[in-house]
């Protein structure tokens, strides 16, 4: 009797992973997209698309920085990155720091971010945290402004049970000098994070909030700026008003349009932006080829006058660059207008 010569089949688990996965793609109904970065699907299925290199905390020696990641929650997946200077003589500020992304995409892990953050930590001898939020729309809003005051009272409670190995960290920052800062949708969020830890329900001491720094903050509205309507944008802008309406569109609570308080701090109805009292300063920095300019001046007004004989929100316009020039653009004059950025902040924390 002949014996049957079994078939050998080989497996590519690759090949067959990406072949599902593009039909599924294929089958499922597409309902939001910003392109190259985000696709939403109406099955609730969220693609991000790897446009920006993601990288370890490794830095370059002659930049002087440690750089090391910390676990804020596990449950959530909330972590940061810090960025420590070698040679602090002296105990430095802290600035607590939230990436940008339209709240939808983007990473501390980022490449652009890593770099732009090791050089601000080395130039304004500060520490660095820079904060990995949950991202929507499987996270709406308030959900990254929960993981921005989380990180607070995680640092707080620390701070409290004193430094060890594990956080050695600590034993560099002067906590009676914290700073909020963020770019984009992560100025949004250090404002809203700021007026949250300043309400009557949080008690920050041991640690003292000295400032928020907010480079061009993410902000909208049902009626259109001047600037929105006709500041020409280059196709690959970081930021267009399409995008811009879909990122909100993703973030904001269901059925909120652009009017709410989260998107448009300045509208008639939204009182008490935040007591300038509880906030010694306020720095918002501002581009002038940028589809945000308008609304950014808008927000610097209403907090001066809502500030009334206290202290004055302190404004930058940078000339000849558009949104995240300080991340996303290697040119001549972006290069030159980050310099200008990262000494305005030196000087800012510094006082």
Not at 288 to 313: M, P, Q, S
């Amino acid at each position: 009797m002949r014996k049957r010569r079994m078939t050998v089949i080989t497996f590519d688990p690759n090949f067959s992973l990406q072949k599902i996965s593009k039909e599924k793609s294929q089958h499922r109904v597409l309902v939001e997209e910003i392109e190259g970065l985000i696709k939403v699907y109406k099955d609730g299925h969220v693609e991000r698309l790897p446009i920006v290199p993601n990288v370890t905390t490794t830095l370059p020696l002659e930049l002087g920085v440690i750089s090391s990641d910390v676990i804020i929650d596990s449950f959530t997946n909330i972590w940061a990155r810090l960025y420590v200077p070698k040679l602090c003589q002296e105990k430095s500020p802290l600035l607590i720091y939230f990436h940008g992304g339209g709240f939808c995409v983007g990473s501390v892990s980022w490449i652009c971010y890593h770099e732009f953050l090791a050089k601000l930590a080395a130039n304004a001898n500060c520490v660095i945290m820079s904060v990995n939020y949950r991202l929507a729309p499987e996270n709406r809003l308030p959900a990254a402004y929960d993981d921005g005051v989380k990180t607070i009272m995680w640092l707080k409670h620390k701070v409290i049970s004193g430094a060890n190995e594990d956080y050695w960290w600590l034993s560099k920052i002067n906590f009676s000098s914290i700073f909020f800062g963020g770019d984009s949708a992560g100025g949004n969020i250090a404002h809203n994070v700021a007026k949250r830890v300043c309400s009557k329900s949080h008690d920050l001491k041991p640690l003292t909030l000295k400032g928020t720094i907010l480079i061009q903050p993410f902000f909208g509205g049902e009626s259109r700026t001047y600037s929105e309507k006709y500041t020409a944008q280059p196709p690959r802008s970081a930021l267009m008003l399409a995008s811009a309406d879909t990122y909100w569109r993703l973030a904001l609570p269901a059925g909120a349009n652009r009017d709410h308080p989260w998107c448009n701090p300045a509208a008639k109805e939204c009182q008490n932006l935040v007591d300038l009292r509880d906030i010694p300063g306020i720095l918002v920095c501002i581009s002038e080829l940028d589809i945000l300019k308008d609304r950014n001046l808008e927000f610097c007004a209403t907090l001066n006058r809502d500030a009334g004989n206290y202290r004055k929100v302190e404004y930058l316009m940078f000339k000849g660059v558009g949104h995240a020039f300080q991340v996303l653009n290697k040119s001549q004059v972006a290069q030159t207008r980050t310099a200008e950025l990262i000494a305005h902040i030196k000087a800012f924390i510094s006082k």
